[in-house]
């Protein structure tokens, strides 16, 4: 089962792919690209050697730690030696000559790219090394383990060292074609590509530093500061590969080319995408700048891999531009390019990075040591969790949850990294676990509104809330930047929290009919009257916000819910997601002229936000389960906003507040959603007579109410005409990606129209599913 995902401006723009409603908007050009590239970008990079004084520690010293190797040891490393075409064998080179006579040194990607022999471990091999090792030990003094660097790269024949030429790695270092000549035999295609002469050199240098590393694991020494990997036998797990410098990753929404990615080498190629891969290495000529691709490109690789990997503490993506080498670090709360380092003057530190990715420990590079997603190499080895489980997630007792489902995710570049897990307890029990980074001022923000909202029908319950930990202490952006006096960078410091949900729904977007769908709207209708009733306004109504559970829709996310006084609104900045906010907070919002203003967001806004939703989906979907038929059919409100931007609410007041008489939304619908065209007109009546009160009055607008609101769905509830909910979308249309269904209920009566409703029964089909 495929996740439902929701998106942000970035995703939605930059790859084409889905809007927060699941439907495709239209692509845009590369300068519109840039420009919203750019725009994410604008207040969250700190660029180190431009905005901090050079006596603050760089995030490339506080994170990959010195070690005692020097340049007379990386020199030692040598090249396989190789056999001429007249059958002399010639010694490799090195991959590094240390400077001399006021020169730089000099790295030294093979110009041959030659494929590593193959280093089997066969019995005659183990004895050569055997006996070369009894040799050394009889022949030679105690050595320290940083001499030993001169004899071991000597031979890399190491053992365990055959994933080099393993049939997932070998397109790294070059190609095989049909040799014409011998139909019988491939020839090797030698790559004059600087990716791939890189790649080799990495390799290279990895081989020698692993079969170093191998003998002090797992105690740290001077050589290996890092915290160690978590197994060293065997094949080494991760590898560098150059292959998708000319092809792309496998990804469903976007075509990037990564010069140089690590990867986990035990996957395969068929599982190498976005989310199996660790790091990236993006290579330049020139000098590092905005204005180059690298910058841009950097950056959408460290936002694919936020992407993919939602259980990322952080991701690094480094730069190697004109022999200046940089890390740029990706975390929640922005992007960090830090000082260069020259990798010919201290060649050192280039080791150093190298060693720490592909050797460390998993926790070393921002991974959550707290969860854990399964792939084919850990298949059926975790007897603690349920059956079916994709992984397992740490819950407060530090007990290991079942992750069965990935509910859904927000694509933030640097936001709330929010995902939804559907997890269940060792004894069954089902919830859902909102694992998510917060600001620190709203830190305990969400639970203190559930907790005022508790026993509301149609919002979820909150079971427990807890800080994740890391290291035993409070998991947080913060943790480089605020020992390095960087916390003024105009960050927002985030915490990583968790909160336990129930009941454990589905997204809005697997209703099974139309009746369904409408009987959500009606509880959400009446859970937000409720909700404002203990003084929780949600203020932020979006698709994502809501699910289906035993065919009743409920609010789950209340990030930016504001808390009511006196009055039926709260003040905020307009904040919102942008299609489906109201005429009158887009108007004012694009009033201010860039500058930050307070509007007052009442409750009548919200209830409009949940017209441009019931609108989109009877709009853009043509089926149950946001079935489309149609793929060029674009959500009416987000193409509108994608072309308007900060005036996107003329257009929603030309089709919204025209005359009585106008029928032109209702005309819109899908042949699917036909029957909801006069829902549309009423509602949209309401609308345009809240509309005109408030205009006539001078006074503070109010909206629909919600007595109003629940009265028209009800009625449409009883006259809809009869339909049999589906379970699976019809196979001539394109369903969407989204999770099975829900049960089905209808309104308990036209008399108890705000209370909750009962369950319908479904088709013998669905209820044989169940």
Not at 301 to 312: A, N, V
Not at 317 to 325: G, V
Not at 346 to 375: E, S
Not at 544 to 551: M, T, W
Request: proline content about 6%; hydrophobic content about 35%.
């Amino acid at each position: 089962m495929q996740a439902v995902v929701s998106t942000t401006s970035y995703r939605q723009r930059l790859y084409a792919s889905v809007s927060t409603t699941n439907a495709l908007p239209a692509p845009c050009n590369q300068s519109q690209i840039n420009e919203i590239l750019e725009e994410e970008l604008n207040g969250n990079v700190l660029w180190e050697e431009k905005l901090l004084p050079q006596d603050v520690e760089s995030v490339m010293d506080a994170i990959f730690i010195q070690s005692d190797f020097t340049p007379e040891d990386i020199s030692r490393i040598h090249y396989q030696s190789f056999e001429s075409s007249s059958g002399r064998r010639s010694t490799g080179v090195p991959v590094f000559i240390p400077a001399g006579r006021g020169a730089s040194g000099t790295w030294q990607p093979d110009t041959r790219n030659v494929q590593p022999r193959t280093l089997a471990n066969t019995r005659a091999t183990k004895r050569q090394r055997a006996q070369k090792q009894r040799e050394k030990t009889q022949n030679t003094r105690p050595r320290s383990q940083m001499s030993a660097v001169a004899s071991a790269v000597i031979d890399t024949e190491v053992e365990g060292w055959n994933s080099l030429t393993a049939s997932h790695a070998d397109k790294s270092f070059s190609t095989q074609e049909y040799d014409y000549k011998n139909s019988n035999k491939k020839r090797i295609k030698i790559s004059a590509m600087a990716e791939g002469r890189w790649t080799l050199l990495f390799n290279t240098v990895q081989a020698i530093m692993y079969s170093l590393y191998a003998k002090c694991f797992p105690n740290p020494s001077k050589s290996f500061p890092f915290r160690p990997m978590d197994l060293v036998c065997g094949q080494p797990k991760r590898i560098w590969s150059s292959k998708f410098s000319t092809i792309v990753v496998p990804d469903d929404t976007n075509a990037q080319k990564p010069d140089i990615v690590l990867v986990n080498c035990s996957l395969g190629d068929s599982s190498l995408r976005w989310c199996n891969i660790i790091t990236c290495v993006e290579l330049t000529d020139s000098e590092l700048s905005t204005q180059i691709p690298l910058y841009r490109g950097s950056a959408t690789k460290g936002y694919l891999l936020m992407r993919e990997q939602p259980w990322r503490r952080f991701v690094f993506i480094f730069s190697i531009a004109h022999n200046q080498l940089r890390l740029h670090y990706f975390d929640r709360s922005g992007l960090i390019i830090s000082r260069p380092i020259s990798i010919t003057k201290n060649p050192v530190r280039l080791l150093d990075v190298l060693n720490t990715v592909t050797l460390a420990h998993t926790n070393t590079l921002g991974f959550d040591p707290t969860m854990h997603m399964c792939d084919c190499t850990c298949k059926n080895t975790h007897h603690d969790l349920r059956e079916k489980a994709i992984g397992w997630i740490e819950g407060k007792d530090g007990t290991h949850l079942s992750i069965m489902s990935i509910l859904w995710r927000s694509q933030g570049f640097f936001s709330r990294g929010t995902i939804c897990y559907r997890v269940q307890t060792p004894g069954g029990d089902e919830y859902a676990l909102k694992d998510c980074w917060v600001p620190e001022d709203r830190r305990y923000h969400e639970g203190n509104v559930l907790r005022m909202v508790a026993g509301v029908p149609n919002v979820v319950r909150l079971v427990d809330e807890w800080d994740v930990l890391y290291d035993g202490m409070p998991d947080c952006t913060d943790r480089i930047r605020a020992s390095r006096g960087m916390s003024s960078a105009g960050f927002i410091r985030r915490y990583h929290r968790r909160l336990l949900l129930s009941p454990c729904g589905e997204p809005l977007m697997t209703y099974s009919s139309r009746t369904e769908l409408l009987k959500a709207f009606h509880d959400i209708v009446v859970a937000h009257s409720l909700m404002l009733k203990c003084n929780v306004l949600h203020g932020d109504l979006s698709p994502n916000n809501f699910i289906i559970y035993d065919g009743q829709g409920y609010f789950i996310d209340f990030d930016h819910a504001g808390i009511t006084t006196d009055s039926n609104s709260i003040r905020s900045e307009g904040t919102g997601t942008r299609p489906y906010m109201s005429i009158r907070l887009l108007r004012e919002g694009s009033n201010n002229n860039g500058n930050e203003v307070t509007v007052f967001h009442t409750a009548g806004d919200d209830l409009e936000s949940l017209f441009y939703i019931f609108v989109e989906f009877a709009t853009t979907f043509d089926g149950p389960h946001a079935m489309t038929k149609d793929n060029a059919r674009k959500p009416m409100w987000y193409d509108y906003w994608l072309l308007m931007g900060d005036n996107s609410w003329a257009p929603k007041q030309g089709l919204v507040l025209s005359h009585s008489g106008d029928r032109s939304l209702m005309s819109q619908t899908t042949s699917f959603f036909g029957p909801f065209g006069p829902i549309i007109q009423e509602w949209r009546l309401l609308i345009r007579a809240a509309a005109e009160a408030a205009s006539q009055t001078n006074g503070p607008p109010s909206g629909v109410s919600h007595e109003e609101l629940a009265t028209l769905l009800h009625k449409w509830l009883s006259q809809l005409p009869p339909e049999i909910p589906e379970d699976v979308p019809s196979a001539t249309a394109s369903p969407l990606s989204v999770a099975s269904s829900s049960r089905i209920t209808r309104p308990s009566g036209p008399n108890n129209i705000m209370q909750p409703a009962t369950a319908l029964r479904r088709s013998a089909r669905i209820q044989m599913k169940l």
